[in-house]
């Protein structure tokens, strides 16, 4: 079989990935590690608010992978086996600690009143009120107390919309991947993404449109 780069940048396919790992090979597992570690770490921490934790989940969701690798089916890439995995141990772990909140079915995650009503003659549901303008440039959003209230909103989220939020924005994965990990159709996975960002959206518009205190 013709060996291909791989998403951990070895030159081998999942196929043989999975070989090596059965059969030991640390260099192979090393990197693995360095690759996919601080993309589990994130997940992690979506679910476990503490680091400390979180590195507890994914050392846990290691484990799991290299207990589980003959139950690896390749209906997925390994990479999304594996956030899979870390997926379900950082639910197990969030269940134990407390429990989970579910999101109302009525929510809305935009005020309606700031949209057009159904019946406009000529721009039916299109904003009526325009999102708040945010007084700096996006260099802004890199300083520490926007950050912080961003992470803040984040945290804030359903799980189900967290977990979604994390995976496409943080990670950076395909719809198609977030879809596969979570095991959600990919309306369900759209409507959460789109509710997660109008709430975190929302706190930055609170927090930048708030006036400035002088003295």
């Known amino acids: 079989m013709k060996r291909q780069e791989s998403s951990t ?31 589990m770490l994130r997940i992690a921490i979506a679910h476990a608010h503490n680091r400390a934790v979180a590195e507890e989940v994914v050392q846990e969701a290691w484990l799991t992978v290299l207990r589980s690798l003959g139950r690896f089916e390749r209906r997925s890439s390994l990479r999304t086996w594996v956030l899979g995995i870390v997926i379900n141990v950082a639910r197990s772990r969030a269940r134990a600690e407390r429990r989970m909140q579910p999101l109302p079915d009525d929510e809305r995650a935009v005020d309606q009143a700031r949209f057009l009503p159904a019946d406009h003659p000529r721009w039916p549901h299109h904003w009526a009120t325009e999102p708040v303008a945010w007084r700096t440039p996006e260099d802004e959003l890199l300083e520490g107390e926007t950050r912080q209230v961003m992470l803040a909103a984040v945290e804030a989220l359903p799980d189900s919309q967290r977990e979604v939020l994390v995976l496409r924005e943080f990670n950076g994965l395909p719809a198609a ?39």
Not at 9 to 29: C, P, S, T
């Open 9 to 39: 940048g070895l030159h081998l396919d999942d196929g043989a990935i999975v070989d090596a790992l059965a059969g030991g090979d640390e260099q192979v597992f090393a990197r693995l590690v360095d690759q996919w570690g601080g993309m």
């Open 177 to 215: 991947d977030v879809c596969s990990i979570l095991g959600i159709t990919d309306t369900h996975q759209r409507v959460l993404l789109h509710r997660a960002r109008s709430r975190v959206r929302a706190a930055l518009e609170r927090h930048l449109a708030a006036p400035t205190e002088t003295t």
